[in-house]
């Protein structure tokens, strides 16, 4: 079977596994560079001195996130080759993915949530902006999301996260009152809760980002501003006010509390105020 058959299979089983369209997409950056790197041999003709010397030739270049990415992607498409029988041992059962040092996420202060807030100049910017940060949703959880998901009675949202799982998420007052304005005022009949401004669809994560940039730019903050900051902000924020971690990882979705304790390390107020009540 050729590398390039063998990612199509692949591929396909794994979206009736319910993998995540965007880790599908990611995947298949890799397989392409693979079939490009090997000239689509047949998969059963590589080996791990084969598979080692290609994650070599890269390793200049990519930083060891990257690595890990590409090296997570051999693993898993040479496992589930090995165990449909397409190859008769696992090349890539021996790599190993690179110590990639936890890097604390970048947030956002107070005074520059409320810079970008009085930024926002439209009523999309400004429903998609409040929601974004008090919600804590992933931009492809907010994307996929559709209007009747929405609870207005407790003020809350069903999201599918990561893995295609569900969860509930919350919204305060604020982010209540300019979504309903947005979706009352919309002319449109798409089901999408954040459509784009001119002939009115399903807004992308490309140009949601674009959204975010283009409030960021009018608040003439001097740091660059994308959109999972306003998660990171949502966990800080959170922590600051005294949420348990416990919490925090329920609110964001995490499967292991290893990834929401992160964000200890970033409240700085809370720690130094702990240090002067006890030291």
Not at 97 to 122: D, M, N, Q, Y
């Amino acid at each position: 079977m050729l590398i390039s058959k063998a990612w199509e299979t692949y591929a396909a089983d794994k979206r009736i596994e319910g993998f995540s369209p965007y880790t599908i997409k990611a995947y298949g950056i890799q397989a392409k560079l693979l079939v490009l790197y090997f000239k689509d041999a047949e998969i059963a003709t590589l080996n791990t001195e084969s598979l080692k010397e290609y994650l070599n030739n890269s390793a200049a270049a990519l930083k060891p996130s990257s690595m890990a990415h590409r090296i997570r992607f051999m693993k898993s498409l040479f496992r589930w080759c090995h165990e449909e029988g397409h190859i008769h041992h696992n090349p890539a059962s021996k790599l190993k993915e690179p110590k990639v040092g936890k890097r604390i996420p970048k947030f956002l202060t107070e005074r520059e949530i409320e810079l970008l807030r009085e930024a926002c100049v439209s009523q999309m910017e400004k429903s998609l902006f409040v929601f974004m940060f008090s919600t804590g949703c992933r931009i492809g959880e907010i994307v996929s999301l559709e209007r009747n998901c929405i609870n207005w009675s407790n003020r809350s949202a069903i999201v599918k996260g990561k893995g295609d799982k569900e969860r509930e998420v919350y919204f305060n007052i604020r982010t209540e009152i300019w979504l309903k304005r947005y979706i009352n005022d919309r002319q449109d009949t798409d089901p999408a809760i954040f459509v784009t401004e001119r002939l009115p669809h399903r807004m992308s994560i490309a140009q949601m980002r674009y959204v975010i940039k283009r409030i960021s730019a009018r608040a003439a903050i001097n740091k660059e501003i994308y959109p999972h900051q306003l998660r990171h902000s949502y966990a800080t924020h959170l922590l600051n006010n005294g949420a348990p971690v416990e919490v925090i990882q329920s609110l964001l979705g995490h499967e292991k509390s290893e990834t929401t304790r992160i964000y200890a390390q970033l409240s700085g107020r809370v720690r130094q105020e702990f240090y002067q009540k006890y030291f």
